[in-house]
């Protein structure tokens, strides 16, 4: 097999919390010393920019309105001024990028992942699917067009951000677009070591399931900032620890040490020769998959408000969609029957309609 090295860097470092445009200024000096180490992907953690809305996690909802405005006045839209910095950056040093963002669109704020391509093209952007728990008050829901694999100057690149790792049909959608690097984000700083090692767990499995290489990124909280988002001592405890920015390879293994605590760029070699010796033996989406099965069926339209029907709505949906990726009934051998009254797994009646499919005849 050819040999194809592609040199990574996961970033940890602080974002700055008291000057807008702070944290960019920090990520593009970031993406010229990994350029300077010869990097040619580079991923940077959870809506670094302008940064993670710690502030969600340890304050309640009624005390949080004027930090969330903050945050809608910095926020990121793409495109825009802070994209084209980015592009320039990373056509400039012929690299591919993953940035988390909190990108603003309209009266919305969306947890982002941006992936640029070599050339400075936008390749991909999504949103988090699902914001997890204090982040359902800041951040608007993602939809499945996101759940894209693209093509880019190092491989085939998707990327996740924080429990999005805990959704495996949404890991299952990208393995079977032949992932091959897989950029995830999380906050860090954040929760305590248990998250840390949590985090550790899910991105080597994730590794080891895709047949992938993981680089992993974390953002990193100093004292001072831990003070100046809360100078209460108890709830300070929520914002340290959860740090594990790593690179793995398809078998599980770290490619160097993973970076705990402190700041700095984790670069390691990767042999893209290795994700087919992974999948050799185990291909989750290929040879080891059992589609006659088990199958996962994917809406990846974009989600919009405004639907606009010239025809008339009984027109429109006369005609099949062009845009529709899949059938609407993807069974289509097999009866649909509405069951109104079903039981639930402890006995007792269930009021739900439930759609059951069974075999025709």
């Given at each position: 097999?050819?040999?194809?090295?592609?040199?990574?860097?996961?970033?940890?470092?602080?974002?700055?919390?008291?000057?807008?445009?702070?944290?960019?200024?920090?990520?593009?000096?970031?993406?010229?010393?990994?350029?300077?180490?010869?990097?040619?992907?580079?991923?940077?953690?959870?809506?670094?920019?302008?940064?993670?809305?710690?502030?969600?996690?340890?304050?309640?909802?009624?005390?949080?309105?004027?930090?969330?405005?903050?945050?809608?006045?910095?926020?990121?839209?793409?495109?825009?001024?802070?994209?084209?910095?980015?592009?320039?950056?990373?056509?400039?040093?012929?690299?591919?990028?993953?940035?988390?963002?909190?990108?603003?669109?309209?009266?919305?704020?969306?947890?982002?992942?941006?992936?640029?391509?070599?050339?400075?093209?936008?390749?991909?952007?999504?949103?988090?699917?699902?914001?997890?728990?204090?982040?359902?008050?800041?951040?608007?829901?993602?939809?499945?067009?996101?759940?894209?694999?693209?093509?880019?100057?190092?491989?085939?690149?998707?990327?996740?951000?924080?429990?999005?790792?805990?959704?495996?049909?949404?890991?299952?959608?990208?393995?079977?677009?032949?992932?091959?690097?897989?950029?995830?984000?999380?906050?860090?700083?954040?929760?305590?070591?248990?998250?840390?090692?949590?985090?550790?767990?899910?991105?080597?499995?994730?590794?080891?399931e895709a047949g992938c290489f993981v680089v992993n990124a974390t953002g990193w909280l100093t004292d001072e900032q831990i003070a100046a988002i809360t100078p209460d001592a108890v709830k300070q405890k929520g914002l340290r620890g959860g740090n594990c920015t790593a690179i793995v390879s398809p078998e599980g293994r770290h490619v160097v040490p993973p970076m705990g605590a402190g700041e700095g760029l984790l670069v390691a070699d990767c042999d893209m020769a290795l994700v087919t010796k992974r999948k050799r033996m185990m291909d989750s989406a290929g040879h080891y998959a059992r589609p006659d099965m088990l199958q996962l069926h994917v809406d990846v339209r974009p989600t919009t408000m405004l639907v606009r029907h010239p025809e008339g709505l009984a027109a429109t949906r006369a005609q099949p969609s062009s845009a529709e990726p899949f059938p609407a009934e993807p069974f289509p051998d097999r009866a649909v029957t509405d069951c109104h009254d079903t039981v639930a797994v402890d006995g007792t009646a269930d009021q739900r309609v439930a759609v059951l499919r069974s075999a025709a005849g």
């Open positions: 097999m050819e040999k194809r090295i592609v040199r990574v860097a996961a970033v940890q470092i602080a974002p700055v919390l008291d000057r807008p445009g702070g944290t960019l200024d920090r990520v593009l000096a970031a993406i010229d010393e990994a350029a300077a180490k010869g990097v040619g992907f580079a991923v940077f953690p959870e809506t670094f920019l302008p940064y993670y809305p710690y502030f969600s996690f340890v304050e309640p909802p009624f005390a949080i309105g004027a930090a969330h405005l903050k945050l809608y006045e910095e926020a990121v839209v793409v495109p825009g001024p802070v994209t084209r910095a980015l592009a320039a950056a990373t056509k400039r040093h012929a690299m591919v990028l993953v940035v988390g963002i909190n990108e603003r669109d309209g009266g919305s704020l969306y947890n982002a992942q941006l992936v640029f391509d070599a050339d400075g093209t936008i390749a991909l952007k999504r949103r988090k699917i699902t914001p997890t728990y204090h982040e359902r008050m800041i951040w608007g829901q993602g939809d499945g067009a996101g759940l894209t694999v693209v093509d880019t100057a190092v491989g085939r690149v998707g990327a996740l951000a924080c429990w999005e790792h805990y959704n495996p049909l949404a890991r299952y959608c990208l393995m079977a677009q032949g992932e091959e690097i897989h950029a995830a984000q999380f906050p860090g700083s954040l929760v305590g070591p248990i998250f840390a090692e949590q985090m550790e767990v899910t991105i080597r499995h994730h590794a080891l």
